[in-house]
């Protein structure tokens, strides 16, 4: 027993995300920020598909959090059996667990809701496939944050994310609780890959890498801004090579599952990195920068993911792009139509007749 617990505990410190340690961002880490006194007892923080592929191992990651005190599962199936579960691992964090009928408890009052909720992509499908169920199921939970938890920040995982986002925020607009600082399309999977993926290619450990990745978060649309990693050296194949592989390395695990999931465990991980980071900005820590897909005017589009800085209110400031090589600038033009056709679809969605 002891050598399982001590096996549980190594794999959760190794994603960074472990009790009292904060994930890395490139090579600096916002441990030596300062922090602030008054939210030292955490946050509340609800998890919107906590019993799927992504909600579990997300879950068991925030719980090991040190800025999450009050942990709550939502699913329409199984959660109180997660959070009986989470329950017997050591921390200070409550945890509970809430079914179908139990939503806006779930939510009430909580200080962030992430949602991983829906159904995943299988062999063949893209992200685009799941809009028209994964619409209706972000939609209702979109209601039920306006209603039990207005001021709450929003981290949306499910897909497509560049329709889902725009869904959330025009749903908070119509019960006019909308705050565009404080909605997020989680597009850290892309960066998490982007760093692997370089680090490899350049004889980097991965840890020490914090890529830029501009755009959305589905194929052609997602934009790794190679160019802008100091000290890289790139072929044009490396490039070209690297660049397709970030932008469909989902596609590699739906593959490999063959139809069993798609990247449930590395997208838990990129989220609870995000949600981490999030709360240590929102408790005071300073000089937080993430990539992710908010509501902004760097580019062609309402929303578009590119770095932006977090604090106490949420997204303070959204960088711009920087500087692009023709390759990068070339790769822009082709998707921005089609990103701005899926932010569309989401607005659509929302305000059909």
Known sequence: MFRSSVALTAAVRATGVASGAVPAAGVASISSGKRAASTASGFKVAVAGASGGIGQPLSLLLRNSQYVSDLRLYDIVGAPGVAADLSHIPSKAGVSGYGKDDVEAAFADVDCVVVPAGVPRKPGMTRDDLFNTNASIVQSLAEAIASAAPNAFVCIISNPVNSTVPIVAETLKKAGVYD????????????????????????????????????????????????????????????????????????????????????????????????DRLLAAASGVSGIRECTFVESNVADTPFFSSRVQLGPSGAEVVEPIGPMTAFEQANYDEMIGTLGDQIQKGVDFVNRA
């Open 180 to 275: 565009p600082k404080k909605v997020f399309g989680v597009t850290t999977l892309d960066v998490i890959r982007a760093n692997q993926f370089v680090g490899h290619n350049q004889n980097i450990d991965p840890k020490e890498l914090d890529v830029t990745v501009v755009g959305g978060h589905a194929g052609t649309t997602i934009l790794p801004l190679l160019s802008q990693i100091e000290g890289a050296k790139f072929t044009d194949d490396d490039i070209a090579a690297l660049t397709h592989r970030i932008q469909f390395g989902g596609d590699e695990v739906v593959q490999a599952k063959d139809g069993a999931g798609s990247a449930t465990l590395s997208m838990a991980v990129a989220g609870a990195r995000f949600t």
